[in-house]
């Protein structure tokens, strides 16, 4: 494998022109390496790269630079009361090492199932910035995610940063990570949901589901049940419902399909009534 | 009996040199010269090999030896049978047997040349369920052994059928426990050098530096146990897995082939997939009782699932049968155990051996039986406990027993009757109790010299008033060496800080059969105290010649001989040996009590016995079953404690790693497949899921304990199972978990079930 440590950010595309796998944190590329699942013919080392490691505030939305380490995020004031579903899912990260480490950009770009930033990213309305030596691109997160572990990035590509919708006022939002234990443990289910509230009326409703399909994605079928609704526990249920019927888990060593299926219901109403204050019959 | 060491809290003897990184461990092991071995596994859980091609791999440059069936005799060993050879012979049993091995001139050279072995399988089908392996058509993992039975039993004790016949009521029960390992922190490792002459020496963290040498070395290699000298290194841990240790094996046979030092250290992932984990079981339980909840009977019936060779699962599986009906008077019993081979990973001993199986089924069952019976768990218990002076069903003599002590204690401190009377609404409390052996006697037969279960000591002053201890049984972790120290140092009145224990070796120390069975601390201990009694007499005589003062007028205080009339007439311990020239000595053998048992499994296999009771408070999440545990508390009666902090470290690891056991772990197998093969996907509770842990402890000073002192390793980690599911069968009004472990998704459809 082929080495290099990139100065600037120029540098490190020229480098990757024909293609390289980029190397932040290394919390997922160097055991993937040393396990034998991922062949890499050329590796960039863009750990240096100080200009990629922000988090800021520009034109009324969130910037994060594809270096942020998760454990900034727990130390960002913004973060935490612009983005508290991102806040919360990277306080159930890994546990302190790997979240001193591991970059926000490449949990993205693991584009593991269960990655457990992207659910908040998601209901965040999500952009990532992509640059090449060609030229720059402002990619959707939800076109991000392709398939298993495949993601919508040219090899010669870099993310330099994601960019989200601050919550703001109207924003109303909850997050839980189902898992089998306290710290470094994956996900079985990873739900997000952000209402943007018009009065009474929901003006907006993001609800994304992690670790229950090839992907995390949207639940749209379900966000439809409450756009524009004024909600009660009818809509809740339908959205539950349909939260369910979307998704298209596998059977693993940490659960099978059919129960992950199951709490993409419970946990989507549960979150739903946290986000909006309802009383729950039982706390999470 | 007042004592100036002896239950005082102490770090362990060597904390600092292993804090401060001091601590040679196998892998830091350096020998000069030294060649990487590295084995080639089996991928298929069950193939016919075919052929067996090591030419390429030998003729790689840098490569010293290739070690297959094509080059070693066929020489069969193991425990109970001798099913097991160093490499597969006809066939690979399971994912991880070993099928060849290299030593190379370094790590590179040995992949590669493992990556050069070329080795055509006919795959078989696999045998993964111990039900469907019983079957007449099943495939046979050991074709000689036909409905892949590795051993069986059935005995009846008491009036059993009278008993169930008479009873008021009558309850049955089954459950399932997981296939998890120890989890050691250490991966194994061992190192060999052969010598000119045909001997070999062998290091490595092993809990028997002795046994591995009779039950392993010897017959697998043609040699005679005394021919190898066997050392042991600092333990990173073991909890029962580094008792047979192949790869010691590995090292050995490839340095005697090359006539070279060989390093075997295996990766973590050979570790999970190729050592010996705690075996799963099948339990189907039934119990008869009297109205006001007097056991009047039980019948137990076991599948025990065996894995591809046999090793030490026989006895395993006797102890999941037996082990609980001593806990309680139980007037008549009815046990039938089948041991069935699988071409799974071959389960063995971990802390608990088998005990952490059957304490969570049975007392499982006593919650169900007591919810039935409409009595509260404790009292239902308490009613039934065994009691110093009994003679239980299956011959066993408690000489000491504080069980009753502890649930009490349990009971006050848990605010028990409060929060019993406000079960099911998600949050609950549950308890459960257990007996352990201190020692078992049926090892010394199978394992050992004799049926004496012996150890012995040797304790030796030197001239600076320095200390040291030799015994033959291991520390592995769990604080031996410091508790030999704290009740040499109490004996001879030197301070605790001149005592060194060096790790066993079989080159110089005397014998003893290793750490297993919780023996060490009341049989090693003994021997210890024995040696340690003669070392101080050796002393006093010597000091009573130079201080011209009888000896019994003399006594030890401080590190300095004192006359007890004249403390100002004095010498040091140190000066004492300088006067007489040489190192002054003492030795101490002792030799267990119990019984072999008979056939009938009838006896008693240890000199005492251990108790313990641990409760859990936990809240249940009752749409999702997510667990959290927010207590443990528990009363331990290790008949008396000799190093309090030793002690608690035993109690709160054995609570947080049952838990973990309990919650969490597993290398769930699917068709002869693990998955949880790294640290990743087999999940070990973290410091974020230790709950808080309140305890103590309640010494029934035991009549044959060295100052009173029974084992305590094991009972500190076989209730927590149950204790933890009872208190989930509280909080939820009736979800009982009969499978482990307990997954959210598990604890959910008991939730659904209780409901129907």
Redo the contacts between chains.
Sequence with gaps: MEFLRAASVDEALAAARDGAAFVAGGTNLV?DVL?GRKKIARAVDISRLDELRFIEEADGKIRIGALASVTDLLESELIRTAASPLYESALEFA?PLVRNRASVAGNLMDASPAADLAPPLLVQDAVVELASAEGERALPLSEFFLDYRKTAVRPEELMKAIVIEPLGQEGRCAYYK?Q???????A?VGVAVVLRMKGSVCAEAAISLGAVAAVPYRAQAAEACLCGKEIGVAEIEAAAEAAEDSARPID??R??AA?RK??CG??VR?LLKKALGMPQ??A? | MSTRVVGQPHPIIDAVEKVSGATIFINDLELPGALTGLALRSPHPHARILNLDTSAAERLAGVAVVLSKNNTPNAPFGINHKDEAAFCREKARYVGDEVAAVAAADEETAREALSLIRVDYEVLPTVADPFAAQEPNAPLVHDSVTGNIANEFHIKRGEIDEAFDAADAAFADEFHTHLAHQAYIEPTGCAAQWHPGGKISVWGCLQSVFLIRTFMLGPAMGMSPDDFRVTQTKPGGAFGGKLDVKAALMAAMLSRAAEKPVRFMMSLEEDLIAMRPRMPVHISLESAWKRDGTLAGKRVRIVAENGAYSSLSPAIMSSIALRTDNLYKTPAAEIQGKLVYTNIIPSGQMRGFGNVQATYAWESHLDNVADSLGLDPAELRLKNYTEKGDVSLHGWKIASCAVADATRYVVEEMDWKAKRARGGKGRGVGLASCIHVSGNKGFSVELGPDDTDPSSGVVRVDEEGKVEIWSGESDLGQGATSVMAYIASEVMGIPVERFRVPPTDTGYMPFGMGAFASRITLIGGNAVKLAAEDARRNLLDAAAEFMEIPADELEIVEGEVRAKALPERKMSVGEVVRRAGSVIEGNGKWLAGGDVLDKEKYGNPSTTYSFSTHGAEVEVDMETGVVTILGICCGHDPGRVINRLGAEGQVEGGAVQGMSFAMMEGLAPLEGHLRGKNFHDYLIATSMDAPPIEHDFFESMDPYGPYGAKGLAEVAINPITAAICNAIYHATGGARIRTLPVSPERVLEAIEEARK
């Design positions: 055991p396990f546990g189902l089998l234990r306290r710290a470094m443990a994956i079985v693993d060593v659960a099978s129960y199951k709490m419970v946990l549960r019959p039982v999470v």
